[in-house]
Nanobody
Framework: QVQLVESGGGLVQAGGSLRLSCAAS????????MGWFRQAPGKEREFVAA????????YYADSVKGRFTCSKDNAKNAVLLQMNSLKPEDTAVYYC?????????????????????WGQGTQVTVSS
């Protein structure tokens, strides 16, 4: 099992930047493909970004492509989400998720159902 803790959320003005971090503990972090999802008030949780277990492949939702960058540091057991050019519509609780992916090197996953472990989330608020 792996435990996930997000940090780095906060309040930022439109056009600003934030960097979210997800710290993992428990099992060999390099065995896990990771994802970021978000949930805005009154809306369903949606996919934001994903990264393969080795970190060489990334996948983004169209709404964040070109603005967000996901990276994975297996030595530090962390996955980061750098968010630039933030918009009010990016306001949400952001969650990181993990799935064991031992037999795949480049797998990236955009569906909630494909993940086994979730963090508690961190709030991101973008003011206009």
């Amino acid at each position: 099992q792996v435990q996930l803790v997000e940090s780095g959320g906060g309040l930022v003005q439109a056009g600003g930047s934030l960097r979210l971090s997800c710290a993992a503990s428990g099992r060999t972090f390099s065995n896990y493909a990771m994802g970021w999802f978000r949930q805005a008030p009154g809306k369903e949780r949606e996919f934001v970004a994903a990264i393969s277990r080795i970190g060489g492949v990334t996948y983004y939702a169209d709404s964040v492509k070109g603005r967000f960058t996901c990276s994975k540091d297996n030595a530090k057991n962390a996955v980061l989400l750098q968010m630039n050019s933030l918009k009010p519509e990016d306001t949400a609780v952001y969650y990181c998720a993990a799935r064991s992916d031992l037999y795949s090197i480049g797998g990236v996953y955009g569906s909630e159902r494909e993940y086994d472990y979730w963090g508690q989330g961190t709030q991101v608020t973008v003011s206009s």
